[in-house]
């Protein structure tokens, strides 16, 4: 049943990350208007949206279903905030905070927020 669980989150992994960075790097080649927010970084993350994801889930231990909801969140949030798309700049925050309350609302144990600005500060150092 473990082995089948990690197969679950690898694959939920996988796909949510590439389609993530599909659509950051498509944001990115045409120019989709940002406007600068708390999720903006000066630069890009040199860890790749699939490593930043395996991460969280180390660390955090979320569900497959924490994932889902996490992306569904993102895309709530990109259409209530058009000038916000998912960019190179914005993903890896946009992310974390969303991994983070799809955590305190579907699974039962989670961390408080420090722990998730730890996991995603030393991230952003590698």
Do not use: W
Request: aromatic share 14%; hydrophobic share 40%; proline share 4%.
């Amino acid at each position: 049943m473990e082995l089948e669980s990690y197969d679950v989150m690898n694959n939920v992994i996988k796909y949510l990350s590439s389609f993530l960075q599909r659509i950051a790097e498509s944001n990115d080649v045409f120019g989709v208007p940002l406007k600068t927010s708390i999720f903006h970084g000066l630069t890009r993350p040199s860890i790749s949206i699939l490593c930043y994801m395996e991460r969280i889930y180390k660390y955090a231990n979320c569900s497959p279903s924490c994932f889902v909801v996490a992306y569904i969140y993102i895309d709530r949030f990109v259409q209530k905030q058009p000038l916000l798309p998912i960019s190179s700049f914005t993903v890896h925050r946009l992310l974390i905070a969303s991994v983070l309350v799809s955590a305190k609302f579907m699974d039962d144990m989670f961390y408080n927020n420090a722990y998730y600005a730890k996991v995603e500060e030393s991230a952003q150092q590698k």
